[in-house]
């Protein structure tokens, strides 16, 4: 019954809100919810001539040209609905209630310059995801597509898209109509074959320009920032129609969400998750071509500020991850935590396996997903994919505006 | 006297390396030094054709490849400089002792796949700081003045390249020449003018688009990553000959070392320096034009995993970095250290005062350095500028692959 009532009533209604001032902190009673409001966070928020410019909402003024030792000269509620402050030095603001409910129960979704917004949250997989497919041309031309297409990477982290011209360069054409490019020293993208790439400057070589199998691994994590997303285009590829692995082609890949592998290992060790999320090992690269020197730290295990929530994952066996010299005791757990993560992750029923028909991209969130492939034999047909690197940032501010376009407010 | 052998002799005949194997850790003695090494830590340095590829030097074995309960079963010196070790597996390594020490004295600088590595630190400053110029025929031409530019911008954080042609985009070849272009939805550019950028699809708004005066801030803290460093190309500008201000043209611009701001706020209290690196406001934009919104949520002092250096200020009023509801006493902490921060920054003091030449580029790390100007009054000369992004991680491969090619080994 409540919740009908809820439901059909105004939600301020159910409590009749109220404001309480006494010293410097201001009690509002709001929802059943009694907030403790500091009056610079309230001023921050006023929106009036004298504190935004009017046409984007951004404030004016700089913290230090707030007065020192502001505090409440007044505070009420006017007409259920709105809460009007009197500061010391003169200034009124009103707040709209159930603005203000909004950011202090959930302060990272409620922005005040943006009129909307909403940002699509991870949803973990394993090998039995459903990769979604696309077909180019409705990417092109359809924005419901390709908000669907958006949601899908920054959900699942993962989609493949079908039909696209088998020409050199458009796989860059295609990360700039979804978000924007991140280009490397290697140039706007890469070649992958079993052969030293020669796109940029000079040759450069990689574990991954040759026939061997790759382990599961993200890309570049000696980059900071770590590229967001990959894609990789295959120009010339064998098919199998399906049915992979055949005779005249062999070569697999294999994805895998490392969030995933990251949850499963915090399910069985704390202790190991906390290791690889705060202990910074060393990634490396020569450049390609042993010219340069690329080098960071980071943890495999990049973690919100509040630890609540994991943001990235760097793996990659063969941009070194050297551990640093650790007591023999934390050693032994750091390498037994690394290791279980490896297994975790390898374990086939956590990977989604495919094979590329010539003319795919597929696009996976490089700070997440791990990808691998296996050996090339020599007798496989000749096997082109270019790949290039696009930002996360693009694809949020992308969703953000096909959503208001396609769903409306 | 001691310094003087320790010149004149190698240094490895100062102790005599000696080791010695009990249960599963090694104890390395070295130049004075005693050293516990896990056997997973040792083997994978091993930079033998079975644990690398030799062209590369990249590891071939994933984590989890490696023996599980792996120990040592034997290990001796070679001639004074060789580490040789035998592992329970039947693998035997052998490591350079020099190499070894190195890398545990120093773990961040030594790296082993690239043959050298230098990374430039930075190196604060205040106002009295003298802006280096260069010249931009110099830059193109002359790899040892490019390579200087580059650490410039490494240390400082900041240069001015002067005599560029006045011509629209030239900044992103600019860019593209000494770095990797950071495009963003406004496209590979901005231009600043006293009316809405009209560069990408759609007018976009924001306050320096005005004529009002901006304070100190960092651009686009609401994007994640943040772009790294930021160039202002003077395609138009009033000019008063180096007498600025003057009748036709008093718009002055502020540059501040936010690393060094920081510095002072930590001398002065270290608990408002952790609480501007430990709590994340939110920043927001509405894409300029209000059909988007980017939202991120950084604390304003981005510290590294060691907390012992900064690496990243982000401060802009204009975009919002609203703070969270705190308890009373927390907020009123934080808010006396923001004040605080942005006094210290605003302290003319510490500002660099500047007015570009028609034709100039101001290069500045965005991660760092804080930028401002004045009002810039309706009699004004004509205004446009130019701006982009560009990574420092194109930076940082420039600066390697420079000084190899300059100052050698």
Not at 96 to 110: C, G, H, V, Y
Not at 287 to 296: N, R, Y
Request: glycine share 6%; net charge negative; hydrophobic share 35%.
């Amino acid at each position: 019954m409540i919740s009908m009532l809820s439901f059909l009533l105004p939600r301020m209604l159910l409590a009749m809100p109220a404001v309480d001032l006494s010293q410097s902190s201001l009690q509002l009673s709001l929802d059943g919810h009694k907030f403790h409001l500091d009056p610079y966070w309230l001023r921050e928020r006023c929106l009036s001539q004298l504190s935004v410019d009017l046409s984007t909402l951004q404030p004016l003024l700089n913290p230090h040209e707030l007065p020192m030792d502001m505090t409440f000269e007044n505070a009420s509620i006017l007409g259920n609905d709105t809460l009007q402050v009197a500061f010391t030095d003169g200034h009124t603001s009103k707040y709209q209630l159930k603005t203000l409910l909004a950011e202090l129960t959930d302060f990272r979704s409620n922005p005040i310059q943006p009129a909307q917004y909403e940002r699509p949250r991870p949803s973990l997989w394993s090998g039995d995801l459903q990769l979604t497919s696309y077909n180019h041309h409705d990417i092109i031309t359809n924005e419901e597509v390709r908000l669907n297409l958006t949601e899908m990477l920054l959900t699942k982290g993962v989609a493949l898209v079908k039909k696209i011209p088998k020409e050199h360069g458009i796989v860059t054409a295609f990360a700039k109509n979804m978000s924007t490019l991140r280009t490397t020293d290697w140039g706007p993208f890469f070649n992958v074959r079993v052969t030293p790439d020669t796109a940029g400057k000079t040759a450069k070589q990689d574990l991954a320009y040759t026939g061997k199998a790759i382990g599961l691994h993200t890309d570049n994590p000696y980059r900071d920032p770590t590229p967001d997303f990959q894609l990789l285009h295959a120009l010339e590829h064998c098919s199998c129609n399906g049915k992979a692995p055949c005779d005249g082609c062999s070569v697999l890949n294999y994805i895998v969400d490392g969030f995933y592998i990251a949850e499963l290992l915090r399910n069985e060790s704390q202790e190991s998750y906390d290791l690889l999320s705060s202990i910074p090992v060393r990634f490396e690269n020569n450049g390609g071509d042993g010219t340069s020197a690329l080098v960071t730290m980071f943890p495999h295990l990049e973690l919100s500020h509040d630890k609540k929530e994991i943001q990235a994952v760097r793996f990659s066996a063969k941009s070194g991850q050297y551990a640093p010299a650790l007591s023999p005791e934390m050693a032994a757990k750091f390498y037994q935590a690394r290791r279980r993560f490896s297994e975790l992750a390898h374990q086939p029923e956590h990977a989604l396996t495919m094979q590329f028909e010539p003319g795919d991209i597929l696009v996976f969130d490089n700070r997440r997903v791990l990808h691998a492939r296996s050996h090339i034999p020599a007798n496989d047909a000749a096997r082109w994919v270019q790949g290039c690197y696009m930002d996360r940032d693009g694809l949020w501010y992308a969703f953000e505006r096909l959503r208001r376009i396609v769903r409306g407010a």
